[in-house]
């Protein structure tokens, strides 16, 4: 039976931790350690039949959005065997250049459920990688895992983690990650420890806390914003941690319930009109996989 409609959440990835660990030898690359998580909170895709391929963006971020070559669903298309006769929409919720991997999010949810539509594997996941650091983990299909390396060793964790509420809160302003990389030290820091098990989300953020995100320091320096939207957070009533997600602006506030978050995210959006403001929840879903 062909398949009229298919529609996903593409969602939004947290940093929790982030180490970096030194250099890449042959190229330069930044090799870290992270702590990955997804959200309840994303992109939305959908894809139907349509004579010829096209793509077509709508939502609140969508006017910063490339709508040809640049954008990463396009380029994963073009590890198909072959264009699909589709068409896909994506309403853009998640800021762009945010630390949230929204791009990365978008083009594996879109080859996800391409999979499912029936174009076939991949023909060349060898070149899955150059995407961007954060595809391999979106593609995984756990919704957390360590990664490491540039980003393309990925580890679903053992056990799941606890019922963690997110405020992400960002000042709406783009923060190039590759400006970020250029001025981040490298100071002899250590590695990320294995994730044990928790049996709260108290118990998880002590863990937290004890890690870091190695990349705030000069996505501060790229964005002074950074500051006060982590300053807003730690002072939320009930905000166990706050910390920058990927190379920012986006950065996180834990908290045990759903209502404290989206109590917290009420008063951030009365006090910072400007900013955007999001109460979520970690996904305990598994993700689409697509086929090897």
């Given at each position: ?22 250099k ?12 990955v ?7 939305h ?16 971020f969508?006017?910063?959005?490339p ?5 990463l ?20 919720n ?15 949810t ?10 076939g ?5 060898q ?16 919704p ?15 056990d ?23 001025i981040?030290?490298?100071p ?86 400007n ?18």
């Amino acid at each position: 039976m062909t398949i009229a409609k298919i529609e996903a959440i593409a969602p939004a990835k947290v940093n929790l931790a982030l180490h970096v660990l030194g250099k890449r030898p042959e190229d330069g690359y930044h090799l870290i350690e992270s702590l990955v998580v997804f959200t309840d909170f994303g992109d939305h895709l959908s894809i139907s039949a349509s004579p010829t391929f096209a793509f077509d963006v709508s939502g609140p971020f969508a006017n910063d959005v490339p709508k040809g070559g640049e954008n990463l669903i396009v380029k994963a298309i073009d590890l198909l065997p072959s264009k699909p006769q589709t068409s896909i929409q994506l309403t853009k919720n998640i800021p762009v250049e945010a630390g949230l991997g929204g791009g990365s999010s978008d083009a594996a949810t879109a080859l996800q459920l391409l999979a499912e539509w029936g174009t076939g594997p991949i023909s060349k996941p060898q070149y899955i990688h150059q995407l961007g650091a954060d595809v391999p983990v979106c593609l995984h299909g756990q919704p957390a895992a360590r990664v490491s390396g540039i980003g393309e060793h990925v580890q679903g964790l053992s056990d799941p983690l606890p019922e963690t509420h997110l405020v992400l809160a960002n000042p709406n302003i783009a923060v190039s990650t590759r400006d970020v990389f250029q001025i981040t030290k490298l100071p002899p820091e250590a590695p990320l420890p294995a994730v044990p098990s928790f049996r709260s989300v108290i118990d998880f953020t002590a863990w937290l806390k004890e890690q870091r995100n190695d990349l705030e320091a000069a996505a501060i320096h790229c964005c002074g914003a950074i500051t006060e939207v982590l300053s807003a957070l730690r002072h939320c009533q009930n905000c166990l941690l706050a910390r920058m997600s990927g190379s920012g602006a986006t950065c996180f506030g834990i908290f045990t319930h759903a209502s404290t978050a989206a109590a917290a995210a009420t008063r951030l959006q009365r006090a910072h009109p400007n900013w955007w403001i999001v109460p979520t929840v970690l996904t305990h879903k598994t993700a689409r996989q697509i086929p090897s």
